[in-house]
Antibody, heavy 117, light 110 residues
Framework: QVQLVQSGAEVKKPGASVKVSCKASGYTFTSNYIHWVRQAPGQGLEWMGI????????NYAQNFQVRVTMTRDTFTSTVYMELSSLTSEDTAVYYC??????????WGQGTLVTVPS | QSALTQPRSVSGSPGQSVTISCTGT?????????VSWYQQYPGKAPKLMIYDVIERPSGVPDRFSGSKSGNTASLTISGLQAEDEADYYC??????????FGGGTKVTVL
């Protein structure tokens, strides 16, 4: 069965960076893109970007283009999302989700990133 | 890319039908047949309920249905059940490998 298992919760200082991992299993890793989506406390879902695990190509949402980097490791079937220059407004749960053509069909459990103000 | 517009909340009694709208533009909802809907319980990850406007993944009850007209997509829950009380988000492909979500709608079962 398809599974996306994310790394654990993080607490970071303002100005620091955070790197969240998402390990895929149960399917061919390079066959499906991976999205990253975040959700601030009490707020809605916000699309951050997408990575093609096959060749590492990416596309980032305009709001994150300067601060986000998505990478992958095909040997461990893991994708990573690194967000830099953190502020308290980046406090959120970060999700990875597998792309099923033009929708998000399987989601990770989420990773809480806290940036105290 | 602006978020798609959803009502903040809708409610209905058990057995009734509720419809959630999702309004975008011709650059996203109106331009593609790639609208999807997600159900989210508090503290849990979202779950895919509808994709490609009208398609239901295996295991999703057939009381959930989707539609689209122009720049507005809709999710209808027929025969509302207590377990349907959750937050619902629409999402649309917006071209050039970009996606956009709606602000979310809280469904309350009275």
């Amino acid at each position: 069965q398809v599974q996306l298992v994310q790394s654990g919760a993080e607490v970071k200082k303002p100005g620091a960076s955070v790197k969240v991992s998402c390990k895929a299993s149960g399917y061919t890793f390079t066959s499906n893109y991976i999205h990253w989506v975040r959700q601030a406390p009490g707020q809605g879902l916000e699309w951050m970007g997408i990575i093609n695990p096959s060749d590492g190509s990416t596309n980032y949402a305009q709001n994150f283009q300067v601060r986000v980097t998505m990478t992958r490791d095909t040997f461990t079937s893991t994708v990573y999302m690194e967000l830099s220059s953190l502020t308290s407004e980046d406090t959120a749960v970060y999700y990875c989700a597998r792309a099923g053509s033009n929708h998000l069909d399987f989601w990770g459990q989420g990773t809480l990133v806290t940036v105290p103000s | 890319q602006s978020a798609l517009t959803q009502p903040r909340s809708v409610s209905g009694s058990p057995g009734q039908s509720v419809t959630i709208s999702c309004t975008g533009t011709s650059s996203d909802v109106g331009g593609y047949t790639y609208v999807s809907w997600y159900q989210q319980y508090p503290g849990k990850a979202p779950k895919l309920m509808i994709y490609d406007v009208i398609e239901r993944p295996s295991g999703v009850p057939d009381r959930f249905s989707g539609s689209k007209s122009g720049n507005t997509a809709s999710l209808t829950i027929s025969g509302l059940q207590a377990e349907d009380e959750a937050d619902y988000y629409c999402c649309s492909y917006a071209g050039n490998f970009n996606w956009v979500f709606g602000g979310g709608t809280k469904v309350t079962v009275l």
